[in-house]
């Protein structure tokens, strides 16, 4: 599906559509082209992704005087925004979790993603203007205009009513329960038949060799996971490692909150809560051994996320951003840490509230 968005022009006219509506107030047209980047990001995945939505971002940032850093903050912002909805990532959650693998999510799990969601929208909002004040004055020297890189060809123009293409496949999981693959082959029928209906095949053909490139790292994670798990369910390493799970404070609420809320920051550098690094061990072993409710541990692993979303220097999209603006990747790290620790905190309270009562 995200390679269909790409081929087809649909995330392209998402961004510049959204460019062109925000008008000329610089931290305005940020904001609008934060919540197209969200928007996108609940369906895109991969670097590749990452560079075809950034190519069109940044530049349109920069261009209206933002500077380097804070269009950089705002975007990664704006990847991990979406990205809570991200249904590949939560194909990960369920594969880690056995959350309903044959049925619909538990009702719970919508509500704390959405919850999770406002969250993340109230902190990043109240820190984009604090971040621009303190920027001081936007400059006035601009590296290209807005209406040159806002400007969409006539042929490559698509209709409105494909714009609602990210939405499809929430609906269909989110909503009407439908399994992964078929809410993702739904919307990319969805973005076919409104954009390329007579070529609807060889779009289709393209982009499944082209999504075979993006998905592979994802389900090779996938199997290493299932590995992991059946490991770790053998009487004799569930035998040597309880001892040690059973003892960390997270079975009462402040226990709960403090741990996983305070010790955030592991999620950086492929550490122990990093569920893209060491974390994925941890998680499923706490899992496995049942040391917290399936749900709460689901809170505590999207809650903890956002921090590796957004801090982690090792993320492949945060280098690539530093790189394509000419920052520091460290300076976005810095940038954004506490607030995202302050992300963490409100959604593990959130999760002890809804799971853990």
């Known amino acids: 599906l995200g390679r269909i968005m790409m081929q087809t022009g649909i995330a392209e006219g998402i961004i510049k559509r959204a460019a062109e509506f925000g008008g000329d107030q610089p931290l305005?047209?940020?904001?609008?082209?934060?919540?197209?980047?969200a928007v996108l990001f609940t369906t895109l995945t991969g670097l590749g992704a990452i560079i075809m939505v950034g190519t069109l971002v940044l530049p349109i940032m920069m261009s209206l005087g933002l500077p380097r850093?804070?269009?950089?903050?705002?975007?990664?912002?704006?990847?991990?925004t979406g990205f809570i909805f991200n249904i590949a990532l939560w194909t990960l959650y369920r594969q880690i979790l056995q959350i309903a693998p044959e049925g619909a999510l538990p009702a719970g799990v919508s509500k704390f993603a959405f919850g999770l969601l406002v969250i993340m929208v109230v902190v990043v909002v109240v820190y984009s203007i604090i971040a621009a004040r303190r920027a001081g004055e936007i400059s006035l020297f601009a590296m290209a205009a807005k209406e040159e890189l806002t400007n969409i060809p006539t042929e490559k123009r698509v209709p409105l009513i494909s714009f609602l293409t990210p939405f499809v496949p929430l609906v269909l999981y989110l909503g009407?329960?439908?399994?992964?693959?078929?809410?993702?082959?739904?919307?990319?029928?969805?973005?076919?038949?409104t954009t390329v209906p007579r070529r609807a095949i060889q779009t289709l053909t393209a982009a499944l060799v082209r999504g075979i490139e993006d998905g592979a790292p994802a389900a090779i994670l996938m199997m290493g996971i299932g590995m992991l798990l059946n490991a770790l369910k053998l009487p004799t390493v569930e035998a040597a490692l309880k001892p040690i799970v059973i003892a960390l404070p997270v079975q009462n609420v402040w226990g709960y909150i403090l741990f996983f809320g305070l010790l955030s920051p592991l999620a950086l550098y492929r550490g122990p809560l990093n569920l893209f690094g060491v974390g994925i061990g941890v998680y499923s072993l706490m899992f496995a051994l049942g040391i917290l409710p399936p749900l709460a541990l689901l809170a505590a692993m999207m809650s903890v996320t956002q921090v590796q979303n957004v801090c982690d220097p090792t993320n492949t999209h945060s280098v690539w951003v530093a790189n394509f603006t000419g920052v520091r990747v460290e300076e976005i790290t810095k940038a954004t840490l506490l607030p995202m620790m302050i992300v963490a905190l409100c959604g593990l309270i959130l999760g002890a509230f809804l799971f853990l009562r």
Do not use: N, R
């Open 69 to 80: 850093k804070l269009a950089s903050v705002l975007f990664v912002l704006a990847f991990a």
């Open 28 to 37: 305005i047209v940020a904001f609008i082209l934060m919540i197209a980047t």
């Open 176 to 193: 009407l329960g439908w399994k992964e693959v078929p809410a993702f082959l739904g919307g990319a029928v969805f973005a076919l038949i």
